[in-house]
């Protein structure tokens, strides 16, 4: 089955770091731009990051510039998305995409929640 699976959300306090993981199976994530999005309560889904499929370029949206990391395990085909600095405005779900032209996949999107 093609799929992303997420894991790693939960309850943060303010000031917190979590770490989410996205583990492609049954197909290789080296062909494909990763995409890291999220959605707040009451609020429209916002794309915070992106890397081209070879790594070399990444985008992050301002408000998590410089507090958000992607990284990638290319022998467990992987991704993970290191955030740091957490406040409570970073509470959402958070999803991971792959996309390589037409084909597109995404996670389940665990929720994070950050405590004041």
């Known amino acids: 089955q093609l799929q992303l699976v997420e894991s790693g959300g939960g309850l943060v306090q303010s000031g917190g770091s979590l770490r989410l993981s996205c583990a492609a199976s049954g197909f290789s994530l080296d062909s494909y731009a990763i995409g890291w999005f999220r959605q707040a309560p009451g609020k429209e889904r916002e794309g915070i990051l992106c890397t081209s499929s070879s790594g070399g370029t990444t985008h992050y949206t301002d408000s998590v510039k410089g507090r958000f990391t992607i990284s990638k395990d290319n022998a467990k085909n992987t991704v993970y998305l290191q955030m740091n600095s957490l406040n409570p405005e970073d509470t959402a779900v958070y999803y991971c995409?792959?996309?390589?032209?037409?084909?597109?996949?995404w996670g389940q999107g665990p929720l994070l929640t950050v405590s004041s």
């Open positions: 995409n792959a996309n390589s032209h037409s084909l597109t996949y």
